[in-house]
């Protein structure tokens, strides 16, 4: 059984303002959410962290992940949000400037070239990799082999 997952629109209306979401996938299952969170806790992020930034194939494939996820958002923009893809207003600017960002890769993470990498937490990655065939890492896969 393949876990849940939603994929958010990356700009979402609210309050009268346009705000850039550059998180696209979330898991919805409480259990499986609980799960990776308890193996947070015993201090995965800072071990994929350090072994990604140690292994130089490693950090180039999360780099272009990254790289991959900017481009998908500017497609995104382009067909679902032409409106503000095309729109100078204040925040039509205000989520360029996030979404279309060289440096904001997968989930808000800045500077993602950058070492130490950045896992910033497991959710992120496990969602990615169950929602798109083209995001699959190593990340969520050993999430998921622990769970």
């Known amino acids: 059984m393949r876990p849940e997952v939603v994929e958010n629109p990356i700009v979402v209306f609210e309050d009268g303002i346009y705000r850039p ?3 696209r996938f979330w898991i919805l299952e409480p259990e499986l959410r609980k799960a990776i969170s308890k193996l947070e806790s015993e201090g995965y992020i800072k071990k994929f962290s ?3 930034s140690k292994d130089e194939e490693l950090f180039n494939f999360f780099v272009k992940l990254h790289e991959k996820e900017v481009k998908r958002r500017e497609e995104i923009l382009k067909k679902e949000f032409p409106e503000i893809y ?3 207003g204040k925040w039509d600017l205000v989520c360029k400037k996030v979404l ?4 904001i890769g997968i989930g808000g993470i800045r500077n993602f070239r950058a070492k130490p990498f950045k896992v910033r937490c497991l959710h992120l990655w496990t969602a990615y990799h169950i929602g798109d065939e083209e995001f699959k890492n190593p990340i969520g896969e050993y999430v998921l082999s622990k769970i």
Do not use: A, R
């Open 100 to 103: 279309l960002n060289k440096d």
């Open 21 to 23: 979401e550059p998180t």
């Open 86 to 88: 095309k729109g100078m």
């Open 50 to 52: 350090e072994e990604i």
